[in-house]
């Protein structure tokens, strides 16, 4: 796979089971469809055969895919919905657990010297204590940036929050069907040009990845999920910002031979989908901040620039 602006390193996974369990302890709401956009069934064209794109990330060939209704939240789920969870649940993440998370160079309240840079992934810290309400590891806070999107968030975190909610992780179809907007074949949620107009319209990067981020789109890091205008379904920050989690497992090829209606991904694998790119997201290195970009990580990684949004069923 090209190499893309997320850190895609495996935890040991043999935390999962507790994982799994004390997200079946958590108290399970009704799932409100509150601040939730409801999408009729509908068809359409999912991939691209965009030059510009990866083809080996398998973001083609164009199909026409069929979806149920649902309803998806309006925008990422923020720091504090997030301290809603965890303070009526209890539950514990899984950078919590593991008692560090991946930060990106230059974010952290700790030294280099204090950190591991990861072999491979050279603008990557392992940051002891660094979590969902320590994004920048001890001593940083979420306090100013409630409307942000909740970070360091793993798969199996997601899926728990999810859960407690009555909501699910969407499919890889029905995330990219509503970061279209309605739009055929378009890059981008708003159209093909990436900022019309000189109007950014998304959090990714400007400047030289990975050294000077100019935040001319007004933001270094994360943003508040409305900082931006909606697409035309009404959906925020779909891409940049944070990469959202999508329930399906991830591979290249699978889509070339699966089902057009309601897909949901291999039945097993190693890693899951995640779609929409970030804030370090940038042309010269990882243009993965267009509707049909797809990358992957392991479900128990967590690190500075993933999110989620959850879906509900009708
Ligand atoms: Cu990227």
Redesign the pocket.
Known sequence: MRP???PSIARATLLEESVRAAAERVRVNRGSPEDMIKFEPARFLMGTEYPGGFAEDGEGPVRAVRLDAFYMDRGPVTNDQFTEFVTSSGYVTEAERFGWSFVFHGEGSRSPEETQTPVGLPWWRKMPGAKWNAPEGPDSLIAGRMDHPATHISWNDASAYAAWAGKRLPTEAEWEFAARGGLEQKLYPWGDELTPGGLHLCNIWQGTFPTLNTADDGYSGTSPVTAYPPNGFGVFTITGNVWEWCGDWWSPDFHQTASRLNPVGPRVGRSKVMKG??F??HASY?N??RVAARTSNTPDSSCSNIGFRCVRDL
Do not use: D, E, K, T
Request: proline fraction near 0%.
């Open positions: 893309c602006c997320v790119g970030s370090l997201c990882c993965r901040y």
